[in-house]
């Protein structure tokens, strides 16, 4: 939620009215923002457990990133110069800034958030998480229309810091959490050791035909 997007969602319409647009037509892209986060969540859960949680958000956020900063500088030369070629990029640099927070942030954030914590942490922990997105959607959205008007354009520059940290934490801190079992996820974090985790993640694997213990006796057996 720190990248903006509850932000740009919740007043685009008055968003693109300070790039010059009309009532009517910022009401129309407004709503077609939307529709395109949506149909870009749709397309993103497709290819979630193809590439994987960490690399689909870093690639998001860099995106974003980029889109976000794009947007921010040409809504600042409109500003300035009142150039109908800026706003109408800094429009098109928010499609394309909902498309890939849609399709690779959004879609996978919240994953993240339910499959990061071990079995004995994962309700307190998910609950935690999303409460934390939550609160933090709150506190920007609330503040928007007091810091647009006092600040404009540069209130987006808060969140171009905050998702470049958002890459860095990533980076170093965010293990992979596609296709892990909950013990495989209690290993990742020093919770089991590894000959726990292998047999946990065999009975795991074993599930549809019989327990893996019985497995393992029955070749006892037949070697002796």
Not at 2 to 17: C, D, E, F, K, R
Not at 172 to 191: I, K, N, V, W, Y
Request: glycine share 10%; aromatic share 8%.
């Amino acid at each position: 939620m720190s990248t903006g997007v509850l932000v740009i969602a919740n007043y685009a319409p008055l968003l693109y009215q300070s790039l010059g647009l009309s009532n009517s037509n910022s009401l129309i892209l407004g709503a077609s923002l939307t529709t395109v986060g949506m149909l870009s969540n749709a397309l993103g859960a497709t290819v979630s457990d193809r590439f994987g949680r960490r690399r689909l958000l870093l690639f998001g956020f860099a995106s974003t990133l980029v889109m976000l900063s794009l947007a921010t500088g040409l809504m600042a030369w409109y500003t300035r110069t009142g150039s109908k070629g800026s706003a109408a990029g800094a429009v098109t640099a928010l499609f394309l800034y909902g498309i890939c927070y849609g399709a690779l942030v959004d879609v996978n954030v919240w994953t993240v958030v339910g499959e990061l914590f071990p079995s004995h942490l994962r309700s307190l922990g998910t609950g935690i998480g999303v409460s934390t997105l939550m609160l933090s959607a709150l506190l920007w959205v609330a503040i928007a229309p007091v810091a647009s008007a006092s600040i404009g354009w540069k209130y987006y520059l808060v969140f171009i810091c905050l998702t470049a940290a958002h890459m860095v934490h990533i980076w170093f801190q965010l293990p992979e959490t596609s296709g892990l079992a909950l013990e495989e996820m209690e290993r990742l974090f020093g919770d089991l050791s590894p000959d726990q985790t292998g047999l946990a993640s065999l009975r795991v694997n074993d599930a549809g035909t019989g327990s893996a213990t019985n497995k393992i006796e029955a070749e006892k057996i037949e070697e002796a």
